[in-house]
């Protein structure tokens, strides 16, 4: 059984840097898709970044160009959000999500394993 568990999460000011991780085990990535979604209190969950596994293409949600960067490290099998610049509008829970079939969609529904979610807060 395949599990996602995400680390990093915290209060920070408005302007500073977080880097979340996200650790994979019980599967195998090779074909997969992992993505981060967010929701913040009274919203719905949006999609914020996604990350083939197999040719490292990367896709963001508008919001978040330039100051979030996605990536991955092959041997702990692990995805990484980098989080620049950040806004008190950041503040959410992110989650950890992974679709087994690589389509590098923005809809939830396409992701079928998820992890627990990790709280972010930005403010002063």
């Known amino acids: 059984q395949g599990q996602l568990v995400e680390y990093g999460g915290g209060l920070v000011q408005p302007g500073g840097s977080l880097r979340l991780s996200c650790a994979a085990s019980?599967?195998?990535?090779?074909?997969?898709?992992l993505g981060w979604f967010r929701q913040s209190p009274g919203k719905e969950r949006e999609f914020v970044a996604v990350?083939?596994?197999?040719?490292?293409?990367?896709k963001y949600a508008d919001f978040v160009k330039g100051r979030f960067t996605i990536s991955r490290d092959d041997v702990s099998h692990a995805v990484y959000l980098q989080m620049n610049s950040l806004k008190p509008g950041d503040t959410a829970v992110y989650y950890c999500?992974?679709?087994?079939?690589?389509?590098?969609?923005?809809?939830?529904?396409?992701?079928?394993?998820w992890g627990q979610g990790t709280q972010v807060t930005v403010s002063s």
């Open positions: 999500a992974a679709d087994q079939w690589g389509l590098m969609s923005e809809a939830q529904d396409s992701y079928d394993l």
């Open positions: 019980g599967v195998s990535l090779t074909w997969y898709a």
């Open positions: 990350l083939s596994w197999r040719d490292g293409r990367r």
